[in-house]
Protein backbone atom coordinates (compact mmCIF):
# COMPACT_ATOMS: atom_id res chain seq x y z
CA UNK A 1 0.00 0.00 0.00
CA UNK A 2 2.45 3.12 1.22
CA UNK A 3 5.31 0.48 1.34
CA UNK A 4 7.18 3.46 0.23
CA UNK A 5 7.43 5.37 3.42
CA UNK A 6 10.17 4.31 5.11
CA UNK A 7 10.52 3.21 9.37
CA UNK A 8 13.68 5.97 8.52
CA UNK A 9 10.89 8.81 8.19
CA UNK A 10 8.39 7.57 10.40
CA UNK A 11 11.49 7.73 13.12
CA UNK A 12 12.26 11.01 12.06
CA UNK A 13 8.51 11.98 13.15
CA UNK A 14 8.18 14.16 16.96
CA UNK A 15 5.60 11.96 18.67
CA UNK A 16 3.23 11.80 21.28
CA UNK A 17 2.17 8.42 22.96
CA UNK A 18 -0.94 9.01 25.20
CA UNK A 19 -1.80 5.37 26.28
CA UNK A 20 1.49 4.21 27.97
CA UNK A 21 1.40 2.06 30.87
CA UNK A 22 4.60 1.91 33.01
CA UNK A 23 4.62 -1.73 34.04
CA UNK A 24 4.13 -2.98 30.77
CA UNK A 25 7.10 -0.55 29.54
CA UNK A 26 10.12 -1.25 32.02
CA UNK A 27 12.98 -2.17 30.10
CA UNK A 28 14.65 -5.30 30.31
CA UNK A 29 17.51 -3.86 31.87
CA UNK A 30 15.65 -2.32 34.07
CA UNK A 31 13.67 -5.38 35.26
CA UNK A 32 16.94 -7.24 35.35
CA UNK A 33 18.69 -5.12 37.49
CA UNK A 34 15.66 -4.34 40.04
CA UNK A 35 15.01 -8.24 40.06
CA UNK A 36 18.85 -8.79 40.76
CA UNK A 37 18.78 -11.56 37.83
CA UNK A 38 18.70 -12.33 34.41
CA UNK A 39 15.34 -12.01 32.96
CA UNK A 40 14.49 -13.68 29.82
CA UNK A 41 12.62 -11.44 27.33
CA UNK A 42 9.61 -14.34 26.97
CA UNK A 43 9.39 -13.78 30.73
CA UNK A 44 8.08 -9.90 30.13
CA UNK A 45 7.28 -10.60 26.08
CA UNK A 46 3.78 -12.05 24.78
CA UNK A 47 4.54 -14.65 22.40
CA UNK A 48 3.26 -14.52 18.95
CA UNK A 49 0.35 -17.28 19.79
CA UNK A 50 -1.15 -15.40 22.70
CA UNK A 51 -4.71 -16.31 23.31
CA UNK A 52 -6.25 -13.24 24.83
CA UNK A 53 -6.39 -10.64 27.21
CA UNK A 54 -6.07 -12.32 30.22
CA UNK A 55 -2.43 -14.50 28.76
CA UNK A 56 -1.79 -10.67 28.08
CA UNK A 57 -2.10 -9.22 31.26
CA UNK A 58 0.15 -12.24 32.68
CA UNK A 59 3.50 -10.70 31.90
CA UNK A 60 2.82 -8.08 34.33
CA UNK A 61 3.09 -10.27 37.16
CA UNK A 62 7.42 -9.85 37.55
CA UNK A 63 6.95 -6.38 36.27
CA UNK A 64 4.46 -5.33 39.59
CA UNK A 65 7.00 -7.08 41.64
CA UNK A 66 9.49 -4.59 40.40
CA UNK A 67 7.57 -1.49 41.33
CA UNK A 68 6.99 -2.20 45.34
CA UNK A 69 9.34 0.36 46.79
CA UNK A 70 10.15 3.83 46.47
CA UNK A 71 13.74 3.36 44.97
CA UNK A 72 12.66 0.88 42.52
CA UNK A 73 9.56 3.50 41.67
CA UNK A 74 11.99 5.89 40.64
CA UNK A 75 14.76 4.41 38.86
CA UNK A 76 11.68 2.56 36.76
CA UNK A 77 10.07 5.91 35.75
CA UNK A 78 13.58 7.07 35.30
CA UNK A 79 14.53 4.81 33.53
CA UNK A 80 11.09 4.61 31.11
CA UNK A 81 11.87 8.27 30.17
CA UNK A 82 15.14 7.77 29.28
CA UNK A 83 13.94 4.80 26.80
CA UNK A 84 11.20 7.35 25.03
CA UNK A 85 14.54 9.01 23.67
CA UNK A 86 15.12 6.35 20.56
CA UNK A 87 11.32 6.79 19.92
CA UNK A 88 11.61 10.24 19.32
CA UNK A 89 9.00 10.89 21.71
CA UNK A 90 8.13 14.88 22.86
CA UNK A 91 5.10 14.60 25.01
CA UNK A 92 4.18 11.26 26.88
CA UNK A 93 0.75 10.47 29.31
CA UNK A 94 2.08 6.95 31.36
CA UNK A 95 -0.55 5.58 33.08
CA UNK A 96 -0.28 3.15 35.91
CA UNK A 97 -2.21 2.04 39.13
CA UNK A 98 -0.91 2.86 42.12
CA UNK A 99 -2.55 0.71 44.55
CA UNK A 100 -1.05 -2.41 42.86
CA UNK A 101 2.35 -1.03 44.57
CA UNK A 102 1.21 -0.75 48.16
CA UNK A 103 2.58 -4.40 49.10
CA UNK A 104 4.96 -3.42 51.48
CA UNK A 105 2.70 -0.91 53.42
CA UNK A 106 3.64 2.30 51.21
CA UNK A 107 0.25 4.86 50.91
CA UNK A 108 -0.88 5.02 47.06
CA UNK A 109 0.52 9.20 47.84
CA UNK A 110 3.84 8.18 48.39
CA UNK A 111 3.86 5.41 45.83
CA UNK A 112 2.40 8.07 43.14
CA UNK A 113 5.33 10.70 45.21
CA UNK A 114 7.77 8.22 43.70
CA UNK A 115 6.65 7.55 40.06
CA UNK A 116 6.62 11.94 39.88
CA UNK A 117 9.80 11.88 41.06
CA UNK A 118 11.39 9.46 38.51
CA UNK A 119 9.61 10.85 35.63
CA UNK A 120 10.28 14.64 36.86
CA UNK A 121 14.10 13.25 36.66
CA UNK A 122 13.73 11.42 33.32
CA UNK A 123 12.06 14.65 31.63
CA UNK A 124 15.34 17.02 33.12
CA UNK A 125 17.56 14.48 31.24
CA UNK A 126 15.95 13.72 27.59
CA UNK A 127 13.65 16.80 27.66
CA UNK A 128 10.31 14.42 27.24
CA UNK A 129 7.24 16.92 28.73
CA UNK A 130 4.80 14.29 30.42
CA UNK A 131 1.26 13.89 32.29
CA UNK A 132 0.64 10.72 34.23
CA UNK A 133 -2.30 9.15 34.17
CA UNK A 134 -3.84 7.59 37.73
CA UNK A 135 -5.78 4.12 37.37
CA UNK A 136 -8.24 2.40 38.82
CA UNK A 137 -8.57 -1.50 38.93
CA UNK A 138 -11.80 -3.06 37.93
CA UNK A 139 -11.33 -6.10 40.69
CA UNK A 140 -10.67 -3.23 43.44
CA UNK A 141 -13.81 -1.50 45.38
CA UNK A 142 -14.95 1.62 44.23
CA UNK A 143 -13.97 2.46 47.88
CA UNK A 144 -10.75 1.95 47.46
CA UNK A 145 -10.43 3.75 43.98
CA UNK A 146 -12.51 6.59 45.23
CA UNK A 147 -10.34 6.90 48.86
CA UNK A 148 -6.76 6.53 46.01
CA UNK A 149 -8.17 9.88 44.19
CA UNK A 150 -8.63 11.46 47.00
CA UNK A 151 -5.34 10.87 48.27
CA UNK A 152 -3.52 12.09 45.11
CA UNK A 153 -5.86 15.06 44.69
CA UNK A 154 -3.21 17.45 45.80
CA UNK A 155 -0.93 16.35 42.27
CA UNK A 156 -3.56 17.07 39.82
CA UNK A 157 -2.42 19.39 37.64
CA UNK A 158 0.86 18.92 39.07
CA UNK A 159 2.33 15.92 36.86
CA UNK A 160 -1.22 14.40 37.53
CA UNK A 161 -3.31 14.61 34.34
CA UNK A 162 -6.00 12.24 34.42
CA UNK A 163 -7.66 9.43 35.87
CA UNK A 164 -8.11 6.16 33.96
CA UNK A 165 -10.12 2.89 34.60
CA UNK A 166 -8.24 -0.44 33.06
CA UNK A 167 -8.56 -4.33 34.09
CA UNK A 168 -10.74 -6.42 32.96
CA UNK A 169 -13.74 -5.20 30.75
CA UNK A 170 -15.52 -8.63 30.31
CA UNK A 171 -16.17 -9.33 34.12
CA UNK A 172 -16.79 -5.77 35.16
CA UNK A 173 -18.48 -3.36 32.92
CA UNK A 174 -18.77 0.42 33.33
CA UNK A 175 -22.07 0.32 34.62
CA UNK A 176 -20.34 -0.53 37.57
CA UNK A 177 -18.34 2.50 38.22
CA UNK A 178 -21.18 5.02 37.95
CA UNK A 179 -20.18 6.05 41.38
CA UNK A 180 -16.50 6.12 41.03
CA UNK A 181 -16.42 8.10 38.34
CA UNK A 182 -19.61 10.91 39.66
CA UNK A 183 -17.08 10.98 42.76
CA UNK A 184 -13.44 11.48 40.11
CA UNK A 185 -15.55 14.36 38.13
CA UNK A 186 -16.76 16.25 41.61
CA UNK A 187 -13.04 16.07 42.65
CA UNK A 188 -12.13 17.61 39.22
CA UNK A 189 -10.67 14.88 37.21
CA UNK A 190 -10.68 14.24 33.54
CA UNK A 191 -10.95 10.89 32.79
CA UNK A 192 -10.51 8.04 29.76
CA UNK A 193 -11.44 4.70 30.26
CA UNK A 194 -10.34 1.17 29.01
CA UNK A 195 -13.66 0.40 27.04
CA UNK A 196 -14.57 -1.60 23.90
CA UNK A 197 -11.23 -3.08 24.25
CA UNK A 198 -12.27 -6.55 23.46
CA UNK A 199 -16.13 -6.62 22.61
CA UNK A 200 -18.45 -4.48 24.54
CA UNK A 201 -19.78 -1.50 22.54
CA UNK A 202 -22.18 -0.42 25.64
CA UNK A 203 -19.11 0.18 27.64
CA UNK A 204 -17.80 2.95 24.93
CA UNK A 205 -21.35 4.47 25.89
CA UNK A 206 -21.50 3.90 29.16
CA UNK A 207 -17.97 5.60 29.83
CA UNK A 208 -19.36 8.17 27.57
CA UNK A 209 -22.06 9.25 29.35
CA UNK A 210 -20.32 9.14 32.40
CA UNK A 211 -17.70 12.22 30.82
CA UNK A 212 -15.12 10.15 29.69
CA UNK A 213 -12.81 12.39 27.45
CA UNK A 214 -11.05 9.91 25.86
CA UNK A 215 -11.36 5.84 25.23
CA UNK A 216 -8.57 3.36 25.53
CA UNK A 217 -8.73 1.41 22.39
CA UNK A 218 -12.98 1.38 21.31
CA UNK A 219 -12.32 -1.42 19.03
CA UNK A 220 -16.23 -2.22 19.54
CA UNK A 221 -17.19 0.87 18.07
CA UNK A 222 -16.38 -0.69 14.63
CA UNK A 223 -19.26 -0.59 12.30
CA UNK A 224 -21.31 0.36 14.84
CA UNK A 225 -22.71 3.49 13.67
CA UNK A 226 -24.50 5.02 17.02
CA UNK A 227 -21.51 4.35 19.12
CA UNK A 228 -19.48 6.40 16.57
CA UNK A 229 -21.91 9.17 16.30
CA UNK A 230 -21.74 9.42 19.88
CA UNK A 231 -17.86 9.66 19.96
CA UNK A 232 -17.63 12.09 17.07
CA UNK A 233 -20.47 14.20 18.31
CA UNK A 234 -18.63 14.33 21.40
CA UNK A 235 -15.08 14.74 20.28
CA UNK A 236 -14.00 12.07 22.31
CA UNK A 237 -10.03 11.22 21.58
CA UNK A 238 -9.86 7.32 20.55
CA UNK A 239 -6.73 6.04 21.74
CA UNK A 240 -5.77 3.19 19.43
CA UNK A 241 -3.40 0.40 20.03
CA UNK A 242 -2.79 -1.86 17.14
CA UNK A 243 0.31 -4.28 18.17
CA UNK A 244 -1.48 -4.77 21.57
CA UNK A 245 -5.18 -5.53 20.09
CA UNK A 246 -3.71 -7.98 17.84
CA UNK A 247 -2.49 -9.82 20.37
CA UNK A 248 -5.32 -9.34 22.83
CA UNK A 249 -7.31 -10.97 20.19
CA UNK A 250 -9.42 -7.41 20.45
CA UNK A 251 -9.13 -7.60 16.65
CA UNK A 252 -7.80 -10.80 14.81
CA UNK A 253 -6.16 -9.47 11.67
CA UNK A 254 -4.99 -5.68 10.54
CA UNK A 255 -7.54 -6.60 7.71
CA UNK A 256 -9.91 -5.61 10.17
CA UNK A 257 -8.14 -3.11 12.25
CA UNK A 258 -10.85 -0.10 12.35
CA UNK A 259 -8.73 2.73 11.87
CA UNK A 260 -9.33 3.45 8.39
CA UNK A 261 -13.00 3.59 9.16
CA UNK A 262 -12.70 5.40 12.24
CA UNK A 263 -10.64 8.03 10.10
CA UNK A 264 -12.90 8.24 7.55
CA UNK A 265 -15.63 9.02 10.15
CA UNK A 266 -13.66 11.84 11.30
CA UNK A 267 -12.96 10.24 14.75
CA UNK A 268 -10.29 12.01 17.04
CA UNK A 269 -8.15 9.05 16.43
CA UNK A 270 -4.35 8.57 18.55
CA UNK A 271 -1.91 6.05 17.86
CA UNK A 272 -0.24 4.45 20.73
CA UNK A 273 1.59 1.85 21.86
CA UNK A 274 -0.27 0.61 25.23
CA UNK A 275 2.79 -1.61 27.15
CA UNK A 276 6.24 -1.60 24.99
CA UNK A 277 7.67 -4.54 26.81
CA UNK A 278 4.80 -6.43 27.33
CA UNK A 279 3.73 -6.20 23.41
CA UNK A 280 7.41 -5.63 22.11
CA UNK A 281 6.86 -2.07 20.55
CA UNK A 282 7.14 1.21 19.95
CA UNK A 283 6.04 4.07 18.11
CA UNK A 284 7.70 3.82 15.47
CA UNK A 285 6.68 -0.09 15.16
CA UNK A 286 2.89 1.42 15.44
CA UNK A 287 3.11 3.80 12.82
CA UNK A 288 4.94 1.46 10.20
CA UNK A 289 1.93 -0.91 10.54
CA UNK A 290 -0.45 1.36 10.17
CA UNK A 291 1.46 2.50 6.91
CA UNK A 292 1.77 -1.08 5.83
CA UNK A 293 -1.64 -2.95 6.63
CA UNK A 294 -3.88 -0.38 6.57
CA UNK A 295 -3.20 2.33 4.22
CA UNK A 296 -2.21 4.67 6.32
CA UNK A 297 -0.24 7.76 4.93
CA UNK A 298 2.44 10.36 5.85
CA UNK A 299 -0.02 12.97 5.80
CA UNK A 300 -2.59 11.13 8.03
CA UNK A 301 -0.13 10.20 10.75
CA UNK A 302 0.69 14.10 11.15
CA UNK A 303 -3.32 14.33 10.81
CA UNK A 304 -3.39 11.59 13.93
CA UNK A 305 -0.32 13.64 16.17
CA UNK A 306 -2.55 16.83 15.61
CA UNK A 307 -5.22 14.72 17.48
CA UNK A 308 -2.67 15.09 20.33
CA UNK A 309 -4.99 17.87 21.36
CA UNK A 310 -7.10 15.21 22.68
CA UNK A 311 -4.38 15.46 25.69
CA UNK A 312 -4.95 16.08 29.19
CA UNK A 313 -2.12 17.89 29.60
CA UNK A 314 -2.33 21.49 30.81
CA UNK A 315 0.94 22.66 29.03
CA UNK A 316 -0.81 24.83 26.28
CA UNK A 317 -2.42 27.03 29.26
CA UNK A 318 1.03 27.67 30.90
CA UNK A 319 3.85 30.18 29.86
CA UNK A 320 6.58 29.07 31.00
CA UNK A 321 9.50 28.43 28.39
CA UNK A 322 10.28 25.04 28.98
CA UNK A 323 6.66 24.31 27.89
CA UNK A 324 7.13 26.02 24.67
CA UNK A 325 9.34 22.79 22.98
CA UNK A 326 6.03 20.71 23.50
CA UNK A 327 4.09 23.76 22.14
CA UNK A 328 6.05 24.39 19.49
CA UNK A 329 6.63 20.88 18.31
CA UNK A 330 3.33 20.01 17.84
CA UNK A 331 2.54 23.86 16.29
CA UNK A 332 5.40 22.22 13.64
CA UNK A 333 3.75 19.58 13.12
CA UNK A 334 0.60 21.39 12.25
CA UNK A 335 1.89 23.97 9.95
CA UNK A 336 3.16 20.68 7.94
CA UNK A 337 0.14 18.80 8.05
CA UNK A 338 -3.14 18.72 5.00
CA UNK A 339 -5.81 21.60 5.42
CA UNK A 340 -8.13 19.28 6.48
CA UNK A 341 -5.82 18.44 9.21
CA UNK A 342 -5.31 22.01 10.59
CA UNK A 343 -9.16 22.45 10.38
CA UNK A 344 -9.44 19.89 12.89
CA UNK A 345 -6.28 21.52 14.86
CA UNK A 346 -7.66 24.66 14.97
CA UNK A 347 -11.40 23.34 15.99
CA UNK A 348 -9.58 21.47 19.20
CA UNK A 349 -7.21 23.76 20.04
CA UNK A 350 -9.96 26.63 19.38
CA UNK A 351 -7.02 28.29 17.63
CA UNK A 352 -8.23 31.68 15.71
CA UNK A 353 -6.11 33.25 12.79
CA UNK A 354 -3.79 35.35 14.41
CA UNK A 355 -2.68 32.83 17.09
CA UNK A 356 0.32 31.28 15.90
CA UNK A 357 0.52 28.47 18.77
CA UNK A 358 -2.04 26.55 20.67
CA UNK A 359 -2.62 27.92 23.78
CA UNK A 360 -5.31 25.95 25.34
CA UNK A 361 -5.87 22.31 26.38
CA UNK A 362 -8.52 20.35 25.82
CA UNK A 363 -10.56 21.37 28.73
CA UNK A 364 -12.12 19.11 31.38
ZN1 LIG B 1 -4.11 0.02 28.16
Known amino acids: MNEGVSI ?34 SELQVADDNKNLAEYLEKFDLPLQCLQTRESLFRAAKDFMLSLVQDNIIYVEVRFAPLLSVRNGMSSYQVFEAVLEGMKEG ?32 FLHCGLCAFDIAGNEAAYPMSE ?102 SGTNMSKEMKLLVDKCGISIDELVQIKNVAGTNFCDIFAQTNNEILFVTSAIDNLIKGASG ?22 YAP
Open 340 to 361: AAIENANLMFGLNEDEALPKVA
Open 177 to 278: FAGLFSGIRRMGYPFTAHAGECGNARNIVDSIELGARRIGHGIAASHNHDVISLCKSKHIGIEMCPTSNLQTKAVLSMDDYPIREFIDAGLMVTVNTDNRTV
Open 123 to 154: SKLTGIEFGIIVCAMRHHSVEDSLRMAKDLRD
Open 8 to 41: EEINQLPKIDLHCHLDGSLTRSMITELLGREVAL
